[in-house]
């Protein structure tokens, strides 16, 4: 008896499969498709379908969302595909790569979760035919060439790939090659393939297969284009070109570009000067033919950004009152009348004239005196933009005027950045430290402020990075300086020197009491919480005891100081938030005394003078001491003295050994007597000829063996033949003198009419003792045994 052999199974087209969810990609009939799968759903169900007949489906996500690992029903189209699993390779990650094949379109009824993955009832729903199948045919043979031409035109898609499809293939076999070959999005794919007429789903890919072919030969022509003008220096703008080409193809004109209409219509509106318009206008042409990526077009884009920031509109001159100036300065300013005066003769000139020039004012004077808190006042009072400049250490001309363009990150120079920065053609620049600028080979920048601050000049100062003339001639110029010393003469000459001298301990005190104490309580923001008042005599005290200075920057630190202690305290409740300082409070606060003028001698002695001099810092006292000893007649001299010092004593030796016989020495004193000349405070160079008084009186005192007064301090230029001459900075010695307790002073006659400038406050409580030569100023200095 035979044996019935059991023919194999058919594999389904309808029931229940796994899923699995695909994200941006599509799997039609007739393709065999890789797929990675990762998601723990997708490897259960792949693994589902080959434990049974290998079938799965592969149905599209339609977006991604919170959900993505496990997509929910929702989420997922109900327009499928069958597919084999052809192959199934596991990854050391445990992902699984599949080769699938399409088998049919499948339609989904329900979708179904078990416990690891997902699954679904479909039924197989191919595309039907419902029209004439020779239209259908005539449309597929075009659709045929043009989706060949398509593919020669992509050069993403092998034309190998063309060999299946012989010209017998079934319409709906190529359209599904198709659809799985055309680069366009998954959405507008799902949508062709959910049509369930196959002459319209033809149709519609037929008229997308066109719209690409456009597209790819518009590309093709761009990429033609461009190529054509590519070298292997130009390689790296191939990107651009395309651009330039697209921009060309849709009728987009250069001038159209963002930048260059924001530069044009900037460039009509501004009222440039004639020269900086042509600048700008060649620029902007130059701007426009060069490409986003070269080095050179950020450089042009830069300058005319520059030209364009500075002003260029006529400013309105603000109305100001004489009295509304007047009262700003005192409200800033204690003290300094005859600068207050020199400043409101200039704003006088300023409010009648239209246009003012040879004003550039300079304000010498020691640190701390307030030359520069001056400039702000005068800007508020003329109600003009303040930009202060900071010239000290300034060594290149460049710094001034500007770097010129060849140079990679070249700027113009502080003048013309100070203008941006005000926004303004008259702005108040204030130069501060003009003294302190220096030279080496990349050029002088004091020559550099020469035509800067020469109101002839100005009105066309040419600046290396813009490469035109800008006028200056609006701008009020004020500079400061310590001293004049250093002040190269061709560019002291365009400036009026205003000398602001130190201040009185009497004005110190007014000035603390009504700047500095308000000042340092806002500056700390304790203001209401704690209350300090200060008596007159505790100021004084810290002035005389705790500062050394011509103006109050010290003073200020040490009332900073006396307050953070007091608030140290208030916060830790051993001090109340409402206190008054007094004179025997100050150690506990400063500590010791700092400064107690012990160099001055207090009592007459024989070889001692107190001398007078002139320091940046303003004015000091100088204790000359000279001994004598046996020797050969030399004289030696000590205390690190400048030259000019050196020959003052020579001189003050030779008059002394010219004139012993008067004097009661010796005449041959010098055949067996060395004289030691010191100033004490060695470390300090010391210079000038204004001690030659000073160091005479010494020298004679020691070898006539008169005292000298304690009570004097002298300050005097003398000559071989006895004569007294002027000497500068009297001010500041006269205020060293007073504030070393000193109020008997001699200076030279010829000082007279410097003296009636210095203001009363200085002069109050001195007796100024005027001499013409050395003989009145011994004749005052010495005491007669």
């Known amino acids: 008896m035979g044996t019935k052999v059991k023919e194999p199974a058919k594999p389904r087209d309808k029931g229940i499969f796994p ?13 065999i498709t890789p797929l990675l799968v990762g998601r723990f759903a997708s490897i259960h169900a792949a693994e589902a379908a080959l434990t049974s007949e290998r079938r799965i489906i592969c149905v599209g996500q339609k977006f991604n969302t919170e959900f993505d690992e496990d997509p929910r029903a929702k989420e997922l189209y109900r327009m499928g595909t069958i597919c084999n699993i052809l192959q199934v390779l596991k990854l050391p990650d445990g992902n699984l790569r599949l080769l699938v094949e399409g088998v049919h379109r499948t339609q989904i009824e329900q979708f179904r979760r078990t416990k690891n993955y997902l699954e679904a009832r479909a039924f197989r729903k191919d595309k039907s035919i419902t029209g004439d199948k020779f239209e259908l045919e005539a449309l597929t043979r075009s659709f045929r060439k043009a989706f060949t031409q398509y593919v020669k035109l992509n050069k993403s898609i092998p034309e190998e790939a063309m060999i299946p499809l012989h010209e017998s293939s079934r319409p709906d076999e190529f359209f599904y090659f198709a659809l799985a070959n055309l680069q366009i999005d998954t959405r507008r794919k799902q949508k062709l393939f959910e049509v369930d007429d196959l002459y319209q789903s033809v149709d519609q890919i037929f008229k997308l297969t066109n719209e690409e072919i456009q597209i790819l030969r518009l590309e093709n022509k761009i990429d033609g284009t461009v190529k054509n003008k590519l070298n292997k220096l130009q390689r790296e703008y191939y990107l651009t070109e395309q651009l330039k080409a697209i921009n060309k193809e849709l009728g987009i004109s250069r001038e159209e570009k963002t930048d260059l209409l924001d530069f044009k219509k900037k460039i009509e509106a501004t009222p440039l000067s004639p020269e900086a318009r042509i600048k700008a206008d060649e620029e902007l042409k130059k701007l426009s033919t060069l490409n986003n990526f070269s080095p050179e077009y950020s450089v042009v884009h830069s300058y005319l950004t520059w030209i ?14 004489l009295k509304d100036a007047e009262n700003i300065l005192e409200e800033d300013h ?4 005859k600068v207050k005066e020199r400043i409101l003769e200039y704003l006088a000139v300023v409010k009648l004239a239209s246009k003012v020039k040879g004003q550039i004012l300079c304000f010498v004077g020691p640190p701390g005196v307030g030359k520069t808190s001056l400039g702000k006042s005068l800007a508020r009072a003329m109600d003009r933009k303040f930009v202060r400049l900071s010239l000290g250490g300034v060594r290149d001309e460049a710094e001034i005027r500007g770097h010129r363009r060849t140079y990679v990150g070249a700027l113009p120079g502080v003048i013309i950045q100070s203008l941006k920065k005000a926004g303004t053609k008259n702005p108040l620049i204030m130069m501060d430290e003009i003294d302190k600028m220096s030279m080496d080979f990349r050029g002088d920048p004091a020559s550099a402020l020469l035509e800067v601050l020469d109101p002839e000049q100005n009105n066309s100062f040419r600046d290396h990075y813009l490469d035109f003339c800008y006028d200056l001639s609006q701008v009020i110029f ?3 300086a310590n001293t004049l010393s250093s002040i190269p003469r061709p560019l002291l000459d365009r400036m009026e020197v205003i000398d602001i001298p130190g201040y009185t301990t009497y004005e110190k005190t007014q000035i603390a009491l009504r700047h500095l104490i308000p000042k340092v309580i806002t500056e700390h923001d304790v203001e209401g919480k704690v209350e300090l008042n200060y008596q007159q005599t505790t100021i004084e005290k810290i002035i005389s005891l705790y500062t050394r200075e011509a103006g109050v920057r010290e003073l200020e630190r040490q009332i900073a100081k006396i307050l953070r202690k007091v608030v140290k305290g208030v916060v830790e409740r051993k001090t109340k938030s409402k206190l008054t300082i007094r004179p025997q409070d100050l150690e506990k606060y400063l500590g010791v005394a700092k400064h107690l003028y012990s160099e001055v001698n207090r009592k007459d002695a024989v070889g001692i003078v107190t001398g007078l001099a002139w320091t940046a ?4 006292t100088l204790q ?4 004598k000893m046996k020797g050969e007649g030399k004289l030696k001299l000590t205390g690190q003295l400048g030259e000019v010092m050196q020959e003052s004593a020579q001189a003050a030796f030779s008059y002394a050994r010219l004139h012993a016989v008067r004097f009661g020495i010796r005449e041959d004193f010098y055949k ?6 010191h100033i004490p405070e060695g470390a300090i160079p010391k210079d000038g000829p204004s001690a030659g008084v000073t160091m005479a009186t010494a020298i004679i005192s020691i070898l006539s063996g008169n005292k000298i007064r304690h009570d004097l301090a002298m300050t005097g230029e003398i000559t071989l033949t006895g004569q007294v001459l002027p000497i500068g900075g009297l001010p500041e010695k006269l205020i060293a003198a007073k504030r070393a307790g000193i109020y008997n002073v001699i200076i030279p006659k ?7 400038e210095v203001p009363q406050e200085i002069k109050k409580g001195l007796n100024i003792i005027l001499v013409d030569t050395v003989d009145e100023v011994l004749d005052k200095a010495l005491i007669a045994e």
């Open 19 to 31: 899923v699995i969810p695909l994200r941006n990609v599509i799997v039609v009939p007739n393709t």
């Open 334 to 337: 204690y003290g300094l009348q």
């Open 624 to 627: 000359i001491e000279v001994i």
């Open 478 to 480: 004020i500079t400061t």
């Open 308 to 321: 364009l920031d500075l002003p260029w509109d006529e400013p309105v001159l603000k109305n100001f009152t």
């Open 750 to 756: 010829k000082n007279d009419s410097n003296l009636v």
């Open 672 to 677: 067996n007597t060395d004289l030691h000349l």
């Open 617 to 620: 810092y303003g004015g000091e």
